[in-house]
T-cell receptor, first 118, second 115 residues
């Protein structure tokens, strides 16, 4: 079984400050890793993902996450946040292998509410 | 891009009635769709995996007779909450797995309120 832990339920920061949202996972096999963002009363939008290759992945709006296999972590970072980054962020994992009832299933962390203050 | 829609976006119903929620992949075909439930200030809980042309696979603890799922075409999956009760009030989100991108695209969600 796999599980995801987001250590911080809420992270308040000031505008233009750096931020890190922590995510740790537990799995006996390799997994794919995702970060999703959810704005109020909306569905989830994919922010970035790690499937293979470079352990540092970036999004188009300045976020980045680094896959650390030894620490089983996939922390999300941004060097300078904006008011518009205020949202809830979810870390998720899924099995990469095709077939079986587990294929495609995402397991989500508890979510971290990022609030950016002016 | 890959777009997934849900209808309705909000629904209010009386206790004991049934409510149907539609999930559509607008510009791609999805053999697999997923239904999630999100409680206030909680994470998403996978309810079931919807497979086109076959029965849905329900997660442990989810009543299949309560939450009926039909995936009759490659672009449409429906979730019917039967005999709804106030405790069924929640935010229901669907996603569709894109065959080319190997990832899920999420719908905007449906807010269900049962009075």
């Amino acid at each position: 079984a796999q599980s995801v832990t987001q250590l911080d339920s809420q992270v308040p920061v000031f505008e233009e400050a750096p931020v890190e949202l922590r995510c740790n996972y537990s799995s006996s096999v390799s997994v794919y890793l995702f970060w999703y963002v959810q704005y109020p009363n909306q569905g989830l939008q994919l922010l970035l993902k790690y499937l293979s290759g470079s352990t540092l992945v970036e999004s188009i709006n300045g976020f980045e996450a680094e896959f650390n296999k030894s620490q089983t972590s996939f922390h999300l970072r941004k060097p300078s946040v904006h008011i518009s980054d205020t949202a809830e962020y979810f870390c998720a994992v899924r099995f990469p292998f095709a077939g079986g009832t587990s294929y495609g299933k995402l397991t989500f962390g508890q979510g971290t509410i990022l609030t950016v203050h002016p | 891009g890959a777009v997934v829609s849900q209808h309705p976006s909000r629904v209010i119903c009386k206790s004991g009635t049934s409510v149907k929620i539609e999930c559509r992949s607008l510009d791609f075909q999805a053999t697999t769709m997923f239904w999630y439930r999100q409680f206030p200030k909680k994470s998403l809980m996978l309810m079931a995996t919807s497979n086109e042309g076959s029965k849905a696979t329900y997660e442990q603890g989810v009543e299949k007779d309560k939450f009926l799922i039909n995936h009759a075409s490659l672009t449409l999956s429906t979730l019917t909450v039967t005999s709804a009760h106030p405790e069924d009030s929640s935010f229901y989100i669907c996603s569709a797995r894109h065959p080319s991108y190997n990832e899920q695209f999420f719908g905007p969600g449906t807010r269900l309120t049962v009075l």
